[in-house]
C-alpha cells in the first residue's frame, strides 16, 4: 500500500531560497532531459516512471546551496528543487513528485530556453553561436538517432526546428528571433 503522506513530504517541501536563478515556489517549468525519473526503488509503494522530456511541472520547494561554487565564474552553488508533475500522476492519483533534483533537470536552467516562436507554447532552445542548427529554435522533445561516426557521442534529432526569423515579435514588432535574443539580454 502506497504512503502518500510520506511521498508527498519532500526534503525541501515549502522552502524557498533566494536564488540565482530567480525561481519561487509555485513557478510552472519544464523537465530537460530523459533522465528524471520519479519513484526509483518504488519509492513510498509507487512504481518507477520516467517523465517525459518538456513536461510541465510546479516547484514545491528550493535550496539554494554553496556546492560547486568554486566553479562557477560569478560564484553561485547549485540549486536545488522539489517538483510536482502537473500532468503525471500515481495509480491513487497523487501528482508524481521529485524531490531534491539538480536545477539542470529544468529546461529553463538553461539561458537559451524558450517557448516556440509558431504559437503553439511548446518547449524548446534557441540555438546559440557555434552550436548545431544555431540561430533555429528546437524542441526539446527529440529522439535518439545513430552516434557521432567520428567522436562517437549520442545525437539527437529534435521533433521540431523552427526559423524565428519567419514569426513576428509580440504586438507585431520586429521577428520573433530579435524578440527572443534582445529580451534575453536585457
Not at 519561487?24 to 519513484?39: E, F, P, Q
Not at 508524481?96 to 511548446?122: K, Q, V
Not at 528546437?138 to 561516426?149: A, F, G, T, Y
Not at 515579435?169 to 520573433?176: A, D, E, I, K, L
Request: proline content about 6%.
Amino acid at each position: 500500500m502506497p504512503d502518500a503522506k510520506k511521498y508527498r513530504n519532500t526534503m525541501n517541501l515549502g522552502r524557498e531560497d533566494d536564488n540565482f536563478l530567480g525561481w519561487k515556489l509555485g513557478d510552472i517549468v519544464h523537465t530537460a532531459g530523459s533522465y528524471v525519473r520519479a519513484n526509483g526503488y518504488n519509492y513510498c509503494g509507487y512504481e518507477p516512471f520516467d517523465i517525459p522530456t518538456g513536461s510541465r511541472v510546479r516547484i514545491i520547494g528550493i535550496k539554494q546551496t554553496e556546492l560547486n561554487a568554486c566553479y562557477d565564474k560569478d560564484g553561485h552553488g547549485d540549486v536545488y528543487i522539489d517538483f510536482e508533475c502537473l500532468d503525471h500522476f500515481n495509480p491513487d492519483g497523487t501528482p508524481i513528485t521529485c524531490g531534491n533534483r539538480h536545477a539542470g533537470s529544468i529546461a529553463e536552467r538553461s539561458p537559451e530556453f524558450a517557448l516556440c516562436p509558431d504559437g503553439s507554447g511548446e518547449p524548446g532552445y534557441l540555438r546559440g553561436s557555434g552550436m548545431r542548427n544555431e540561430g533555429l529554435w528546437v524542441s526539446l522533445d527529440s529522439r535518439q538517432i545513430e552516434d557521432h561516426p567520428e567522436h562517437g557521442y549520442i545525437q539527437f534529432q529534435p521533433r521540431k526546428i523552427v526559423d524565428p526569423k519567419q514569426y513576428s515579435g509580440p504586438g507585431g514588432n520586429g521577428t520573433f528571433h530579435e524578440y527572443l535574443t534582445v529580451s534575453s539580454c536585457d
